[in-house]
C-alpha cells in the first residue's frame, strides 16, 4: 500500500530529474487538462491491465472512461480492424456505401427491436450528441414546426464538449468559460433524478418513488408551460448519469415518466447512452433494461447516442440512433429529406468494421448475461467493504457501472470542500499505491461540490478479479481517509 508521489513527465521519459519512478498517475479524468502533462508513459495495454514503462501493472478497473468493454489488445478485433483496413483505408460517406457500415447499421437496428431505424456512424459521443440536436430542430422543421428549437435537458449532466453538446449539459465548471456562447435562452436544466442528494435519508423504509417521480414530472411540465410546450424540440436525459453524478441510475419508472410528458407535449425524447449504453448496464441499450423493472414500460427514445463501448477503444466510434418518427419524416415525399449534416470520417468503414467485431463478440459470448451477474458482485462486494465507512455516503450503479460518493459527514451527507480534491486522492492512491485504475469526478453534489469515482471494468471480467478491484479500491479509500 506505499503511495508515491505525483510529479510531472516529460512525455517519452518515465523517470524525473532525480530519477525517481514517477510511473504513478496525476491526471484528474474528470477536468480537461494539457494532453501529456503530468502522465505516465504506457508501454501496452493487455487484458484487464494497463503496462506502464515503469512501475508494476495496473489493473483496469474503468477501461479508461468507460470505454473498454472487452479489455485491452485482444488479436481477434485487432485481425479484423486489419482485415478492413486491408480492403478500404477510408471511404467518404457521400460516395460511398461500405459493408462495414451497412453490416452494422442492420445489426444495430435489429438490436433495438426495430424502434430504430437509421445510424449514423461517427467518432466521439460529442458528435452523436451534437447530431442529434441538430437532427431534433431540422425534424421539426421538415414538420412544418420551426419554432421547436428549445431543449430541456437537467443539471449535473454531461453531454460532450462541442458547442451543442455543451450547451445541453448542465454541468457548471465545464460551461462556465464558455457561457458566452452558450445560448441561454435555448437550453433550460431541471434537476436531475438522483435521490440520494434530494431525499431524506431513511434507512428503515423504501422511498414513495411514485412520488418522487411525480414532483420530477411535474417539474418538466412546469417547465413546458413557461418555454410554450410548442417551442420544445426536445427532452435530453442520460438513463444512468455517468460522468457528471457517478452512476446514478434512473428511478424505475422516472425516465417512461419523462417519455410520457414528451409525448404530450410532441417534443421528441433524446437519450445519451454514451457512457450506460451497449451493455454497460447489462442490457445493450440501457433502455430495455427498463422494462424489467416493475413499472413494466420500455421508454423508447426517438434520438440515441453511444458510443465507449461501442467498438470498446478499438477504434474512436460513436453513432447517433435515429427512431422510427424522424426516420419515418426523412422517408417521407420519396426520401428527399436529407439530414443537413456530416462529417468527414462519417460512416468510417475502419470504426465500424471495430465496433461490429465488438459487438458480436459481446453477443457470442453471452458477456451481458456476465454484466449483470458480475455487476450484481461487484455493487454486493463494494457495499460490504465500504457500506459503513464514515466517509461514503453512498454506493449505487446497474451493471458494471458502479459509483461511491465520498463525503465529510454520512448523515448529513455534506461534501467535502472541493479545494481538497478528495476523488482525485483516491484515484492517485488507487494507480500509485494499490495498482488499480478508477475513474474520478467532482461536482455531483451540485455546484461544482460533492467526490465520487466510478468502477467500471470489461464485461469479460471475472469474479476473481471484481473481487480484487474491491479490496483494491477499498484500500485506497481506507487509507485516503486514515491520511486526511
Ligand atoms: N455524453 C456522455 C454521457 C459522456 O459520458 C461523454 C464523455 N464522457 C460524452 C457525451 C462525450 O463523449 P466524447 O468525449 O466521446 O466526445
Known amino acids: ?72 489488445g485482444r488479436p481477434d478485433i ?39 431505424q437509421k445510424v449514423y456512424v461517427m467518432s466521439s459521443g460529442s458528435e452523436a450528441m451534437e447530431a442529434a440536436v441538430k437532427l431534433a430542430v431540422e425534424y421539426f422543421r421538415w414538420q412544418g414546426q420551426s419554432e421547436r428549437t428549445n431543449f430541456i435537458a437537467r443539471h449535473d449532466s454531461y453531454h460532450g464538449t462541442t458547442i451543442g453538446a455543451l450547451s445541453v449539459s448542465g454541468h457548471h465548471a465545464r460551461r462556465a468559460p464558455f457561457s458566452p456562447l452558450l445560448s441561454p435562452t435555448r437550453f433550460h436544466h431541471i434537476s436531475p433524478c438522483n435521490p440520494y442528494r434530494q431525499l431524506p435519508s431513511s434507512s428503515s423504509s423504501t422511498p414513495d418513488w411514485p412520488a418522487y417521480i411525480a414532483e ?61 449504453g451497449m451493455g454497460r448496464t447489462g442490457w445493450l441499450h440501457a433502455w430495455q433494461g427498463e422494462g424489467k423493472e416493475p413499472a413494466g414500460v420500455v421508454p423508447v427514445p426517438d434520438l440515441q447516442a453511444i458510443a465507449k463501448g461501442f467498438a470498446g477503444g478499438y477504434q474512436p466510434a460513436s453513432a447517433l440512433l435515429v427512431g ?9 415525399d420519396g426520401g428527399g429529406r436529407v439530414f443537413t449534416h456530416g462529417h468527414t470520417y462519417q460512416n468510417h468503414p475502419v470504426v465500424a468494421a471495430a465496433a461490429l467485431v465488438v459487438q458480436r463478440a459481446v453477443e457470442r459470448e453471452g458477456l451481458l448475461e456476465n454484466v449483470r451477474v458480475q455487476g450484481e458482485l461487484l455493487g454486493r462486494l463494494l457495499r460490504e467493504r ?21 463525503v ?21 492512491v488507487a ?49 485516503v481517509f486514515r491520511r486526511l
Request: glycine share 12%; proline share 6%.
Open 1 to 72: 500500500g506505499q503511495v508515491l508521489s505525483c510529479r510531472p513527465l516529460v512525455p517519452g521519459r518515465s523517470r524525473s530529474k532525480t530519477g525517481k519512478d514517477v510511473t504513478e498517475s496525476c491526471s484528474d479524468l474528470s477536468r480537461p487538462q494539457t494532453p501529456l502533462e503530468g502522465l505516465p508513459v504506457l508501454k501496452k495495454a493487455k487484458g484487464h491491465y494497463w503496462y506502464p514503462s515503469n512501475g508494476p501493472k495496473i489493473l483496469d478497473a474503468c477501461g479508461g472512461a468507460g470505454v473498454a468493454c472487452l479489455g485491452h
Open 78 to 116: 485487432i485481425k479484423a480492424v486489419n482485415t478492413q483496413m486491408k480492403s478500404a483505408t477510408y471511404a467518404s460517406y457521400a460516395h460511398f456505401q461500405t459493408p462495414p457500415v451497412q453490416e452494422l447499421s442492420d445489426w444495430l437496428i435489429k438490436s433495438t427491436g426495430g424502434e430504430m
Open 216 to 276: 420530477k414530472v411535474a417539474e418538466l411540465e412546469a417547465t413546458f408551460t413557461t418555454l410554450g410546450p410548442q417551442t420544445v424540440a426536445a427532452v435530453v436525459l442520460e438513463p444512468v448519469v455517468g460522468a457528471a453524478l457517478g452512476c446514478v441510475p434512473a428511478v424505475p419508472g422516472y425516465l417512461a415518466a419523462m417519455k410520457a410528458v414528451c409525448e404530450r407535449h410532441g417534443a421528441l425524447l433524446i437519450f445519451d447512452e454514451v457512457m450506460c
Open 324 to 332: 422510427r418518427k424522424v426516420a419515418g419524416a426523412m422517408e417521407r
Open 386 to 406: 465500504l457500506g459503513s465507512h464514515p466517509n461514503v455516503g453512498d454506493i449505487r450503479g446497474k451493471g458494471l457501472f458502479w459509483g461511491v460518493e465520498f
Open 408 to 428: 465529510k459527514d454520512r448523515v448529513t451527507k455534506e461534501p467535502f470542500e472541493p479545494g481538497l480534491g478528495i476523488a482525485e486522492r483516491v484515484h492517485k
Open 431 to 479: 494507480v500509485g499505491g494499490f495498482r488499480v485504475l478508477v475513474y474520478h469526478g467532482q461536482g455531483c453534489a451540485g455546484g461544482g461540490r460533492g467526490d465520487h469515482i466510478m468502477i467500471m471494468p470489461a464485461y469479460t471480467i471475472s469474479e476473481r478479479l471484481v473481487g480484487e478491484i474491491v479490496e483494491r479500491v477499498a484500500g485506497a479509500v481506507e487509507e
